[in-house]
């Protein structure tokens, strides 16, 4: 757990909610959001609205808090999760309190880990990743940064997903698969065998409908 529990959301939106709620039932004392299409001292939830992307540099004034960057979009969150890290800023890691922590799992700065999440042993999350509510990561799954994974899908044990991967609601990923980088797995899809890189694939068993 960080020493430092104050902290700015970055993205007010519907993704930006939910950790807002996560972040305050885990103990975090939240300043508020920015968001670049909000207007400053407006409110979401009521937690403020303090400005846009312009905020987003520590030095601009906010040294003691850590940033969340909670926006769907894998891109645009692992940009701008660079982007407070390259100018000094610390980012945070919101685990829900509902969220169920293997001790020898590991995730990375930058990462939220939403209500009954379930990461078990050894598994390995990096920065800018969302577990989504009720998504399950099973033993010694290895995420790279800026993956996603779905409310409610599963990853069996020893998945690989590499970077910007994304797992759609209710999928399932049987054990030792690999997801290539900025591949997508749609909504209750079944991957049977590994997805190359940048392959949208859906349905049961996966099948590859086009490439991003
Ligand atoms: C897979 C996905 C990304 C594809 O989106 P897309 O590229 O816009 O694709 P389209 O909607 O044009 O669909 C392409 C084809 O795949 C089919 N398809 C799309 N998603 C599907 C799914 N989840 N399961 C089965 N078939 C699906 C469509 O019916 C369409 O078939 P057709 O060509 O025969 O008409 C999207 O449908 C999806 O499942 N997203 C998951 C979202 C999610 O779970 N978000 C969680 C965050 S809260």
């Known amino acids: 757990m960080s020493p430092l529990r104050k902290l ?13 709620d996560a972040a305050r039932l885990a103990g975090w004392q939240v300043a508020g959001f920015i968001d670049r299409d909000r207007t400053a001292g407006s409110e979401v939830n009521r937690c403020a609205v303090l400005g846009d992307d312009a905020l987003l540099e520590a030095r601009h004034g906010f040294p003691e808090f850590q940033f969340i960057v ?5 891109r645009r969150r692992r ?5 407070i890290r390259t100018t000094g800023g610390a980012l945070a890691t919101v685990v829900h309190p509902a969220a169920i922590l293997s001790e020898s799992a590991s995730i990375g700065p930058g990462t939220v880990v939403l209500a009954l999440a379930a990461i078990n042993a050894n598994a390995r999350i990096g920065a800018h990743c969302i577990v989504n509510t009720g998504a399950i990561v099973e ?43 900025g591949s997508v797995l749609g909504a209750g899809a079944v991957a049977i ?17 086009r490439r991003v």
């Open 139 to 181: 033993h010694d799954c290895d995420l790279a940064d800026g993956v996603q994974i779905g409310p409610g899908a599963t990853l069996a044990a020893g998945v690989i997903v590499e970077a910007d991967g994304f797992v759609g609601a209710g999928a399932v990923v049987i054990p030792g698969v690999r997801l290539g980088a």
């Open 70 to 74: 909670a926006i769907g979009d894998q």
């Open 79 to 83: 940009a701008l999760g660079d982007r």
């Open 193 to 209: 065998a590994d997805l190359e890189a940048g392959a949208v694939a859906v349905g049961v068993p996966a099948r590859i409908v």
């Open 8 to 20: 700015i959301i970055v993205g007010g939106g519907g993704h930006g909610r939910v950790v807002l």
